[in-house]
């Protein structure tokens, strides 16, 4: 069975600090990992991917992740957190077959103070 | 591109009453989508999937009977709350993918916030 853990519920950092949220994940074969945001009363809308090649991938609003095979992770980064960043973050995985859905970790809330 | 909208955004019925959540991808074709519940402060939680043309797979514990679903084309799947109760009361959230990017992410919608009194 897929699952996803983010250990953290919540991610504290100042304005131009690195920030990471953590994610490890438990999948049969190999995964495909994805990072979303999601604001208040939002949808989410879609930060990156790992499918494979790279292990550091790059995606939107500045953002990186990179997969960790042995460590079954994939944390999100960013080297220079902005106030604008603070929302709610989920890691989300899924096996390789068409058609399956996402299973979403629990989500970490980044609050990002000036 | 690949924008999926999803109407109403926000709903409030009384309790018996039924209430229908649209989820139309826009400039692509799905001929898979899926409904997810939000509780607050929670994770998302995969309701059932949505195939075109045929009937949906909903996950263990979903009353389907409750939660009706039809997708009827390939850019529309519609959720129907039947006989709405306050404890159905959630933030309701569709996606989709393109139908032939397996590799492709989801792409959501804006949600619905469901208010049963």
């Known amino acids: 069975a897929q699952s996803v853990a983010q250990p953290e519920d919540q991610v504290n950092v100042a304005e131009g600090n690195p920030l990471t949220v953590k994610c490890t994940y438990s999948v049969s074969g190999n995964p495909y990992l994805f990072w979303y945001v999601q604001y208040p009363n939002r949808g989410l809308q879609f930060l990156l991917k790992?499918?494979?090649?790279?292990?550091l991938v790059k995606g939107s609003y500045g953002f990186e992740a990179e997969f960790n095979k042995s460590q079954t992770s994939f944390h999100l980064k960013k080297p220079s957190a902005l106030v604008s960043d603070s929302a709610l973050y989920f890691c989300?995985?899924?096996?390789?077959?068409?058609?399956?859905?996402?299973?979403f970790g629990k989500g970490t809330t980044l609050s990002v103070s000036s | 591109g690949a924008v999926v909208s999803q109407h109403p955004s926000r709903v409030i019925c009384k309790s018996g009453t039924s209430v229908k959540i649209e989820c139309r991808s826009l400039?692509?074709?799905?001929?898979?989508m899926f409904w997810y519940r939000q509780f607050p402060k929670q994770s998302l939680m995969l309701m059932a999937t949505s195939n075109e043309g045929s009937k949906a797979t909903y996950e263990q514990g979903v009353e389907k009977d409750k939660f009706l679903i039809n997708h009827a084309s390939l850019t529309l799947s519609t959720l129907t709350v039947t006989s709405a109760h306050p404890e159905d009361s959630s933030f309701y959230i569709c996606s989709a993918r393109v139908s032939d990017g397996q590799n492709s992410p989801l792409h959501f919608g804006n949600g619905t916030r469901l208010t049963v009194t």
């Open positions: 400039d692509f074709q799905a001929t898979t």
């Open positions: 989300a995985v899924r096996e390789i077959q068409a058609g399956t859905a996402l299973i």
């Open positions: 790992y499918i494979t090649g790279d292990n």
